[in-house]
Structures are given as C-alpha cells and as structure tokens.
C-alpha cells in the first residue's frame, strides 16, 4: 500500500511513539487522525505538523478516551467526515501497568491496564474493519512489546495484555482473504519515551533490562510501522524489535510447516 494520500488514525498519538508516527507520515504525504486524552501535547503536535505540510489540512485532533466506546467511534466518524474514510488504523494505545498488582488488593488498577492496553485494541479493531471495508480494505496495526514475548516478572498484567495483542494479531489472518483487510503488530524493546521513563521509576527489572538491552532507536520503530503498511506479504505478522538493528519478522509460517496452520 503507498502512503501518499492514505488516511491514518493513531491512538495515543500525541506523545512518544504515536507522536513520532504522526511525524514521519505527514512527510509522506498521508492524512492523519490523533486520538489521545492530552489535549495539549495534541493540540502542539497539530500546529507543528500543520508547518510542515502545504496549506491543506492534513492532521488533526480529537479528544478520545480509548476506554471509551463512544469517544472511539467519534474519532473514526471524525476521520470519515474531515476526509473521506480511513485506510489504516494504528491501535497504538498503550500505558505502562497501573497498580502493583502482588500487594494490592484494589482490582479497579489492574482492570484498567487491560482496558486501556488490550480491550481498547480489540474495540479500535473492530471499528477498524467497519470503516476499512467500506474503502475496499486496508491495514490494522497494533502496538504490541516485547512484554509481548518475554514476560516482564514486575508487570504481569501489561505482560499479559501485550501476549493478548499478539495472539489477537495472528488470529486475523484470514481477513486478509475475507475483506483484504492486513492485520499486524509492532513489537519493540525499550523506546525512550515517558511511558519508559515512569516504568524506569518504579521497577528495578526495567531498568536492568534497558541496562541489556539499550534503547531501540525511535526512527527504526517508525520504519517497522512504514513496512507494515507497506508490504502487501506482511498478515498477521509481528515485526518485533528487541534491540537496535535487529528487526525481525515473527510469522505463523512455522504452523504451516508442520502442518499445524489452517
Ligand atoms: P507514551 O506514554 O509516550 O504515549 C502514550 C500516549 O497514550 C500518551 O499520549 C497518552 O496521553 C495516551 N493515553 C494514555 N491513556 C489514554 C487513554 N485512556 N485514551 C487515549 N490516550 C491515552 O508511550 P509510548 O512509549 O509512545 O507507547 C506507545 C505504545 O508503544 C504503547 O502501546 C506501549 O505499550 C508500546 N510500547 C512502548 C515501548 C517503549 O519502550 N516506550 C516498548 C514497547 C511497546
């Protein structure tokens, strides 16, 4: 799929990831729709993408609390009626764990993790193919982790959400044959941002593991969303990132060769 002209909603757009996203997309051309609760860092990133870009509007902001039904479907109608229909659909929403999930006895913490980290995912995904199949299809792509493959001891229930994600991601393959609609996910490691910086706070784990691991670069993540927009042989794949320079694509191809897939 090119980029040019495509229309791209992102949740949890206006910071980190999201915000970078944004960035790299209007330099190609697309048509982007942010959906965050910080009205502020939103608002900034309109005024600096609208600078870059012609006199046409090309992004904007809509306040949306992803645990929120109504609030998901105002950003997708919003996306329809500012510019004709959405072609892609980056379900990148996602907070570090809230709550300490051993100690505590107060559920309402951990349920939010799963609202907002998986729960928010499925409903974007859902509204996502009512409004790509109206365009012929198109491309969903989810923010997983690497929390995603190896469990994170100190965050069981961000660990469980992201295993969701991936299995979740898989599991649509076929509508790929059904409405030609591409399902994949992103897996980074560590990416510098403030979601990282308060996990960083509270856990000795994470900070050990960046110790390991390092920073993946923020302009390889963005490179792994380009290709899994891009690439048509991308379905139902995971472009997982552990480190710098070593992206690799996580692909049921391996059921297939036991005979295991459908
Ligand atoms: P970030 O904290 O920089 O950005 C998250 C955004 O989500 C913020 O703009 C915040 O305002 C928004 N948000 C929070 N709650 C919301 C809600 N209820 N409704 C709508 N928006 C809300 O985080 P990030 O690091 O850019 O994370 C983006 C995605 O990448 C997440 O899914 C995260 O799990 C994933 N991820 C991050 C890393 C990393 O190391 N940073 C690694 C792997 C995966």
């Excluded at 996910?185 to 403030?194: E, H, K, L, R, S």
């Amino acid at each position: 799929m090119q980029i040019k002209d495509r229309v791209v909603i992102i949740t949890g757009g206006a910071n980190g990831i999201g915000a970078a996203l944004a960035r790299r997309l209007i330099l190609e051309g697309a048509q982007v729709v942010i959906g965050d609760i910080d009205k502020k860092s939103g608002q900034e990133l309109i005024n600096e993408l609208g600078q870059k870009s012609s006199n046409k509007v090309n992004a904007i902001f809509v306040f949306c609390d992803v645990t929120n039904f109504n609030h998901l479907r105002q950003l997708f109608d919003t996306a329809q009626t500012t510019f004709g229909g959405v072609d892609v659909v980056c379900n990148n929403i996602g907070i570090g764990q809230t709550g300490e999930f051993y100690d505590q006895t107060d559920i309402d913490s951990w349920i939010k993790t799963i609202d907002i980290n998986l729960n928010a995912v499925i409903k974007g995904t859902q509204l996502g193919i009512q409004y790509l199949k109206k365009r012929g299809g198109g491309v969903i792509i989810n923010t997983a982790s690497l929390a995603g493959f190896h469990p994170l001891e100190s965050y069981p229930i961000y660990t469980t959400a992201k295993y969701g994600i991936v299995g979740f991601t898989q599991s649509l393959r076929d509508l790929n044959n059904t409405n030609k609609i591409r399902v994949n996910a992103i897996a980074p490691g560590f990416v510098d941002t403030n979601l990282v910086k308060e996990s960083r706070k509270s856990s000795s784990e994470i900070v050990q593991l960046i110790d390991k691991f390092g920073y993946v670069p923020m302009d390889e993540v963005i490179n792994a969303f380009m290709m899994a927009i891009q690439d048509d042989n991308l379905v139902g794949d995971i472009i997982m990132l552990p480190k710098k320079n070593t992206s690799q694509i996580i692909s049921n191809s391996y059921l297939e060769s036991m005979g295991l897939a459908n």
